[in-house]
């Protein structure tokens, strides 16, 4: 089978869906084994096809949706809407319509089974880190509140992180390249590690060895080394090199801790919010803007908390549900003689 090489241009990329609609095509015709097993090789050779093949993906959940709204809906007797002569004609148009629409769900159906076949999915709660041994010698981590699906082929090793934050040791397989997913950027590594955090607007790639290659939108495509990081959208990738400091403070929660260098209360307590069933609150503006710094247990948030009280004019209000209000104190902060250390 001809595989498309990712280029730049629009032609590529209709190439690519050209050829993934040709595979739909043979899928549904009998494949053989051999059939398969080349289709198969086909969508894990190259990033842009596992997009494509994402897409794919997308249009039959799409497509799912819009059979059982329209199930849903009820219509008056033929009869009273159209004529009898009309009623033939439109008989014949729903007869070919429903043919084609069968075969195009018996299609996407049996692509769905050949993706999900063998699938394995991990979690974690909130407050919970959890790291686990993959059946190729690769290790994912898992942050806190997050999912992420595996699947491993002949052909190729994915991981789909579906929300929160992993981190990956890559075991070494140039005949099988671990690909992660993280919305629409495709992640490539053969023998590194790397840590991804999906944030709201953006994926933050953070590499600790190796090197990976990321392919996000369009062809757009670049190499990130050890020491370095991208903020990935979905059509653009910008590096940014990172000093060994920041890349320890981004890694951090694979210890169990939170490593704060100057981030304003704001940005602190949401990180330690992405651990608390109960949140930290911000109570008063003037709160948000101070800074803070040290390096505290994910799993004891009052250390965090303590520490803002004897070096910040902060007061910390717990709730009855177990949140926390933090409101700014006007006078002078006492400090402690064994005041924890930032």
């Not at 990321?214 to 062809?219: A, F, L, T």
């Not at 981030?263 to 003037?286: H, S, V, W």
Request: aromatic share 4%; net charge negative; charged share 25%.
């Amino acid at each position: 089978m001809q595989g498309s090489e990712p280029g730049s241009s629009c032609g590529t990329r209709a190439a690519i869906e050209a050829e993934a609609a040709r595979l739909l095509a043979r899928l549904n015709s009998d494949p053989s084994p051999q059939d398969e097993a080349e289709i198969c090789a086909w969508v894990e050779a190259d990033p842009s096809h596992a997009v494509a093949f994402a897409r794919a993906e997308a249009a039959w959940e799409a497509a799912e949706r819009l059979k059982s709204a329209a199930a849903e809906v009820t219509l008056p007797p033929l009869a009273q809407i159209v004529s009898e002569e009309q009623q033939r004609r439109l008989s014949r148009n729903v007869m070919v319509a429903a043919a084609v629409a069968v075969m195009l769900f018996i299609v996407a159906a049996i692509v769905t089974v050949r993706t999900f076949s063998g699938v394995e999915r991990f979690q974690t709660g909130i407050g919970q880190i959890r790291d686990i041994a993959l059946e190729d010698g690769s290790t994912l981590h898992l942050n806190s509140d997050s999912e992420a699906e595996v699947r491993f082929t002949d052909n190729g090793r994915k991981v789909r992180i579906l929300k929160g934050e992993a981190s990956f040791d890559v075991a070494r397989d140039a005949e099988r390249p671990f690909d992660v997913e993280a919305r629409s950027a495709v992640i490539r590594a053969v023998g590194t590690a790397f840590n991804v955090r999906m944030r709201p607007s953006i994926v933050e790639l953070t590499v600790t060895h190796g090197t990976v290659t990321v392919h996000s939108g369009d062809n757009v495509q670049k190499r990130v080394s050890a020491g370095s990081g991208a903020v990935i959208q979905p059509r653009t990738i910008a590096l940014t090199r990172l000093d060994p400091k920041l890349v320890g403070q981004r890694t951090a929660w694979r210890e169990q801790m939170v490593e704060l260098d100057g981030e304003t209360i704001e940005q602190a307590a949401g990180e330690f919010n992405r651990y608390r069933t109960a949140p930290i609150l911000i109570g008063d503006t003037r709160v948000s803007a101070l800074r803070i710094g040290g390096r505290f247990r994910i799993s004891d948030s009052r250390e965090f908390l303590s520490a803002l009280q004897l070096s910040l004019p902060i007061r910390a209000v717990t709730g009855e549900d177990g949140s926390v209000m933090l409101l700014y104190r006007d006078e002078e902060p006492a400090m402690a003689d064994n005041g924890v250390g930032l």
